[in-house]
């Protein structure tokens, strides 16, 4: 071994010194903004989840939502989540395409840019703001879990753009190539070719933006969202979506909080449990999958 | 049939099948076709129709106000007094300083760890312990604001009260705390994004002089990469300006200009949600709270067009 014979002069020491230092500090950064967080996060589920059972997640709430299970929150955020995703997805998706695919590298393409890094810069309040002004009054669909549902499409899709857009570019020209050779058309191409290589980036896109939706207080609170509202346990069509109003979980945990007096102690700790629950493992199975995708891939 | 055709019959056949195809692809293909690059255009502008909807929409709701205020005093004036019946008094001035204030010390607090988390991820981690990280941080984003402002209102406030000695909890320092871990990730994949466009020749040269990591990192990468850096710290104030249920369930929401950090306070975002129900459609106190949505849109704006002029600045050398 040519190390043996090395011996460290104090100037060699002095320097692998500050080498563990810098990396002690960097790494003490990191670790004061992680470890509280998981620490937080590991407390709020503990407190919570005694409370958490099969029948507090599939009952009505009671006395104006202190009471009883968290049902009706449940299917309405499954609700708004849903439609929202039924109108961002295909939007955000063609939005890329185009971005990606057609756009010309010219003034107005970099505009179209800018307008999408600006959308996902707009305040949630005031995404829940216009949601009042366009869907609720201007448009007349009123307080409705529609109203709710467009309003949150219209806020994340940025989410699904940014994550196509990145997935279509990195499709190798050579695939394009070759099948216009062939004589497909550009969109032939597209549907044939280019959408199936980048699922991966679409799927974890979408999967976001799922989690994303669920999350959000502000802008449903405005345009949709009810602080109690008991619904039927079975059936197919639990809210009309075009008609009424809902409870969502993010909105329940903010209402029992902040404004419900006598609410069990325990009770936001368990909403706080199943929605962050929800988030986490809907945004790992988007981790989940982009990497499982990733290994996939073949070029 | 087809075992019998020589190569020269199938050459010519399927040169008259690809003609033939063509000439039928000239329809009803090519309407197809035309359709649906029709509506991925429409797709892709709508971000501009976004953006400008939401300008329109808000401000129209808002508008008539406009006519009635003294656009000075509305910006300016400490006196929020909207619910008064006789003397109702629109001044966002203390709003305003309460989202600046508590946003600052978010950065305060941020800007450091964010960038030095970056740093550690980028330079210090490789392999495995670089996608955990990576994989925490993307999670910690993904926590909904709503579950942020309950941890300031049940875990932070009772810490605050306990450690400092303050009579209230919930109030603009809890309230920074909450932005700064909010704004932490963005500003660590921006800014490890940023680090990473800094060539490797830069690091290797450092290396070869006999510079040691720390040296590196001070002298060489941040230096290098400021402009992402910026960005990085850019986009993590616009998300802290525009977050609204955390700052509304732990700043303590009330209208004053503060005087220390564990003063209440209360942010132009916060006053929307907390006030917009209990408001009247056309109303003046109802127009006023879309004429801060209005300023909000516009704040907001200014940021992420600087944040995203700097990162077009970066990717164009």
């Known amino acids: ?299 | 049939m087809q075992a019998n055709v020589t190569d020269k019959q199938t050459a010519a056949s399927s040169s008259a099948a690809a003609t033939r195809l063509k000439q039928q692809r000239g329809r009803a293909e090519m309407m197809g076709e035309r359709a649906i690059e029709v509506v991925i255009h429409l797709c892709g502008f709508s971000a501009i129709i976004f953006v400008f909807g939401i300008f329109f929409f808000v401000f129209r709701e808002g508008a008539p106000f406009l006519a009635k205020l003294n656009i000075g005093e509305f910006l300016f004036s400490t006196e929020w007094f909207p619910t008064s019946q006789s003397h109702a008094k629109y001044g966002v001035g203390a709003l305003i300083v309460g989202t600046l204030s508590v946003t600052s010390l978010a950065m305060v607090i941020a800007v450091p760890f964010g960038l030095g988390a970056a740093v550690f991820v980028s330079e210090f981690c490789n392999g495995k312990s670089k996608e955990t990280l990576k994989v925490v941080i993307e999670l910690l984003a993904a926590i909904p604001s709503v579950v942020w402002g309950f941890i300031g209102l049940t875990v932070m406030s009772p810490i605050i009260i306990k450690t400092f000695q303050v009579p209230i909890g919930v109030n603009m320092f809890n309230g920074a705390l909450l932005l700064a871990l909010m704004s932490v990730p963005i500003m660590v994949s921006i800014g490890e994004d940023a680090l990473k466009a800094v060539p490797d020749s830069y690091r290797e040269a450092a290396i070869a002089m006999g510079a040691t990591k720390w040296q590196l990192v001070w002298r060489v990468l941040l230096p290098a990469a400021k402009n992402g850096l910026l960005a990085a710290v850019l986009l993590g104030v616009g998300r802290a300006i525009g977050e609204t249920m955390a700052v509304l369930m732990a700043t303590g929401h009330s209208v004053r200009i503060p005087h220390s950090i564990f003063d209440p306070v209360r942010t132009l975002t916060a006053t929307i949600a907390a006030e917009l129900g209990e408001t009247s459609k056309g109303s003046d106190h109802y127009q006023s709270l879309f004429l801060i949505g209005i300023l909000l849109f516009t704040i907001t704006f200014v940021v992420n067009l600087a944040a995203d002029l700097i990162v077009k600045g970066i990717k164009k050398k």
């Not at chain 1, 307008?115 to 669909?141: C, E, Q, R, T």
């Not at chain 1, 949709?224 to 075009?242: C, D, M, R």
């Not at chain 1, 936001?268 to 629950?277: E, M, S």
């Open chain 1, 1 to 299: 071994m040519a190390q043996a014979h090395f011996t460290a002069t104090p100037f060699t020491r002095k320097k692998r010194r500050t080498e563990i230092i810098a990396k002690c500090f960097f790494g003490g950064m990191a670790a004061a903004m992680v470890i509280p967080l998981v620490l937080i996060v590991g407390y709020v589920v503990v407190q919570g989840a005694p409370s958490l059972s099969w029948e507090f997640l599939t009952t009505n709430p009671r006395l104006g939502g202190i009471r009883g299970g968290i049902w009706s929150a449940l299917v309405g955020t499954i609700y708004i989540v849903t439609i929202s995703l039924c109108v961002s997805a295909p939007i955000g998706v063609l939005s890329a395409v185009y971005l990606n695919e057609y756009a010309k590298d010219n003034w107005f393409t970099r505009i179209v840019n800018l307008a999408v890094v600006n959308l996902a810069g707009v305040p949630s309040i005031v995404h829940g703001l216009f949601g009042l002004g366009a869907f609720v009054y201007a448009a007349g669909m009123g307080k409705s879990i529609l109203s709710a549902s467009l309003t949150l499409s219209i806020m994340t899709l940025p989410v699904i753009i940014a994550s196509t857009k990145e997935a279509l570019s990195a499709v190798p020209v050579s695939f394009r190539e070759a099948c216009w050779n062939v004589g497909a058309t550009r969109w032939q191409t597209i549907w044939r070719i280019v959408l199936p290589n980048s699922i991966s980036g679409i799927l974890t896109g979408v999967i976001l933006q799922v989690s994303r939706t669920a999350g959000e207080t502000a802008p449903i609170m405005l345009t949709g969202v009810a602080t109690f509202k008991a619904i039927e346990s079975t059936g197919l069509f639990l809210y009309n979506p075009v008609k009424d109003q809902c409870m969502a979980l993010s909105m329940h945990l903010y209402y029992i909080a902040t404004q419900a007096n006598n609410a069990a102690p325990s009770l936001p700790y368990a909403i706080a449990t199943v929605l962050l629950g929800a988030v986490l493992v809907v945004n790992a199975t988007a981790i989940g999958v982009r990497a499982y995708l990733r290994s996939r891939k073949k070029w």
